[in-house]
């Protein structure tokens, strides 16, 4: 049975990986900058909002930042315990198999395309401390298998017809024709697709979207056991003959033993639609994408959120993850993984809580 691999570090690994992540990310902003790429340098107020969330960090990595980073400003938390929680239910998604709420599971590699490779390398390494900040589980090694595809490109539509035809289980879960038809239909100039993968008591894993319509012949469950499907490919918007997926469990409903994680997000970025804007607003709303699955990535949450970038005339807009997206990462990634949706939602809003009252 394969286990779930996962790294954690030590808090001297910590401080300096942070302060590698700094040198990378200022280095290939102005190696970039000089290549006059079409999105524009990290600011001073992005090294402001470093140390703001640094302050969210544990000690030894909030010290480390404090003493390099540019000078800082006061950081004053405001909210209640429901405006958390309200935060949390709006962002937090259940998936379709479980209901539950997904996260990185496996070790996180991201790898960035249609940028230059300065930027492309500022991205990627921004993300994995992102990802070290929320507490998810990140792949150091230089030769690791992506699991994270940036992608910049002018044509996403036919980028996606791409996908939906040759790697169709990157689209995240269908159940027909017209949804896989749905899915693969870029929408934003931003958006992710996610494919996730559930595991039971016993260890069985196997992807959430466990079918194939390539010639309407065969449909997996979730042991990997085939069956007649009686849908085709032609048949637009007829629904897959959908078989039961098989869970081992506790039989508690509260706590069931099953939990879901991403086996592989797909951001795909429009470049002719972004042309001109700030990198770093712009990775860090692709790390939130990356390591959480935002229900609603286009309404406006009800604390300033980077999330709220993409959202129309809204009054808590940032220019850089805050302090609330930090908190909501973190509580993610430390939530019981095989709690029903309920129970997940809440205790988010509850360590966001505990996080933040402690700032205020």
């Known amino acids: 049975m394969e286990q779930v691999s996962r790294v954690w570090f030590t808090p001297q690994q910590k401080v300096e990986l942070w302060e590698r992540w700094k040198a990378c990310d200022y280095a290939n902003a102005r190696k970039a900058e000089q290549q006059r790429s079409s999105f524009r340098?990290?600011?001073?107020?992005?090294?402001?909002?470093?140390?703001?969330?640094?302050?969210?960090?544990?000690?030894?990595?909030?010290?480390?930042a404090a003493e390099t980073a540019a000078p800082s400003e006061s950081v004053t938390v405001t909210g209640s315990r429901r405006e958390f929680h309200d935060f949390s239910r709006t962002l937090a998604t259940p998936t379709k198999?479980?209901?539950?709420?997904?996260?990185?599971?496996?070790?996180?590699?991201?790898?960035?395309?249609?940028?230059?490779?300065h930027y492309a390398a500022f991205i990627a390494q921004h993300l994995k401390y992102v990802a070290l900040a929320a507490g998810a589980p990140?792949?150091?090694?230089?030769?690791?298998?992506?699991?994270?595809?940036?992608?910049?490109?002018?044509?996403?539509?036919?980028l996606l017809n791409t996908v939906s035809r040759d790697d169709q289980h990157y689209l995240g879960y269908f159940s027909s024709v017209a949804e896989k038809s749905a899915l693969a239909t870029v929408t934003r100039p931003i958006q992710a697709w996610y494919a996730t993968e559930s595991t039971d008591i016993r260890g069985r894993r196997h992807l959430d979207t466990g079918r194939s319509i390539v010639g309407g012949t065969a449909?997996?469950?979730?042991?990997?056991?085939?069956?007649?499907?009686?849908?085709?490919?032609?048949?637009?918007?007829?629904?897959?003959?959908?078989?039961?997926?098989?869970?081992?469990?506790?039989?508690?409903?509260t706590s069931d033993g099953v939990h879901t994680g991403f086996s592989h997000v797909l951001i795909v970025i429009d470049s002719s639609k972004l042309a001109g804007q700030d990198i770093v607003p712009l990775a860090d709303y692709i790390s939130m994408l990356a390591l959480s699955q935002i229900n609603a990535p286009d309404a406006c949450l009800n604390l300033p959120s980077i999330v709220n970038t993409m959202a129309r005339s809204c009054d808590h807009s940032a220019e850089a993850l805050t302090m609330f997206d930090l908190a909501y990462l973190q509580a993610l990634y430390?939530?019981?993984?095989?709690?029903?949706?309920?129970?997940?939602?809440?205790?988010?809003?509850?360590?966001m809580t505990d996080?933040?009252?402690?700032?205020?």
């Not at 340098?41 to 990595?61: G, K, N």
């Not at 939530?335 to 360590?351: M, P, Y």
């Not at 996080?355 to 205020?360: D, Q, W």
């Open 41 to 64: 340098r990290p600011s001073l107020r992005y090294f402001i909002a470093v140390v703001a969330l640094a302050l969210m960090l544990p000690a030894p990595v909030a010290t480390a």
């Open 97 to 117: 198999v479980t209901g539950k709420i997904a996260r990185w599971e496996r070790r996180i590699c991201p790898i960035v395309v249609g940028q230059n490779p």
């Open 138 to 158: 990140v792949n150091t090694e230089a030769s690791c298998t992506p699991n994270i595809d940036i992608v910049f490109t002018t044509t996403p539509q036919d």
């Open 219 to 253: 449909v997996q469950n979730f042991n990997g056991l085939t069956g007649p499907m009686g849908d085709t490919a032609a048949s637009a918007g007829s629904a897959l003959t959908d078989m039961a997926p098989f869970f081992y469990t506790t039989g508690n409903h």
């Open 334 to 351: 430390q939530i019981t993984a095989d709690r029903n949706i309920r129970a997940q939602r809440s205790e988010i809003g509850d360590l």
């Open 355 to 360: 996080r933040l009252e402690k700032l205020k």
